[in-house]
């Protein structure tokens, strides 16, 4: 079964799509999306029918709307607040997926109290396959790393504060 944020990054990718209808099967669940005007909406999902103990929890048809889709972007930003307003923030350029360093048994790009320069790779964006390097583009020292490896990110999300000199 996919997990909510999946789910919520596939309904951004209807949406911003030219296609009008996306269906999903894997393992007997199955979601449906539909476009009406300019926002998706998961119109069914059925579980396996193998399992019947959560069917009586599950509803028969599921909405979701471009507010509920945004709420990870929120999540980060209000960690931002808490911290110093004269501390950069690098975020991220696109949807993706966030990784602190080349592979898994590579070493992290960067940590907190990490010195960077303008021309730094902090981090590498996965998005469609495509790995994007991310670069600090100030001079400075990280202070803190606001998102774990692995976790999916949003357009515009911090991803990292710096300290600028």
């Known amino acids: 079964m996919l997990k909510v944020q999946e789910i919520r990054e596939l309904i951004k990718l209807v949406d911003q799509s030219n296609i009008d209808e996306f269906v999903y099967e894997y393992e007997g669940s199955k979601i449906k999306m539909k476009k009406k005007g300019n926002e ?6 059925v579980q396996p029918a193998a399992a019947p103990a959560p069917q009586p929890v599950q509803p028969a048809a599921v909405k979701v709307e471009a507010p509920i889709a945004e709420a990870p972007a929120q999540e980060p930003v209000q960690q931002a607040p808490s911290a110093d307003a ?9 949807v993706g997926t966030f990784y ?3 592979s898994p048994d590579a070493d992290a790009y960067v940590k907190a109290g990490s010195i960077v320069t303008k021309d730094s790779i902090v ?3 996965e998005a469609m396959k495509l790995f994007n390097e991310i670069e600090a ?3 400075g020292e990280i202070v803190e790393v606001l998102v774990k490896d692995g976790q999916l990110v949003e357009y515009g999300q911090p991803l990292f504060l710096v300290k600028p000199e």
Not at 40 to 45: E, F, G, I, L, T
């Open 137 to 139: 583009e100030v001079n």
């Open 40 to 45: 998706a909406a998961v119109v069914q999902q």
């Open 100 to 102: 602190q360093s080349s």
């Open 86 to 94: 004269n501390l950069h923030k690098i975020v991220s350029p696109m």
């Open 123 to 125: 981090c590498i964006v």
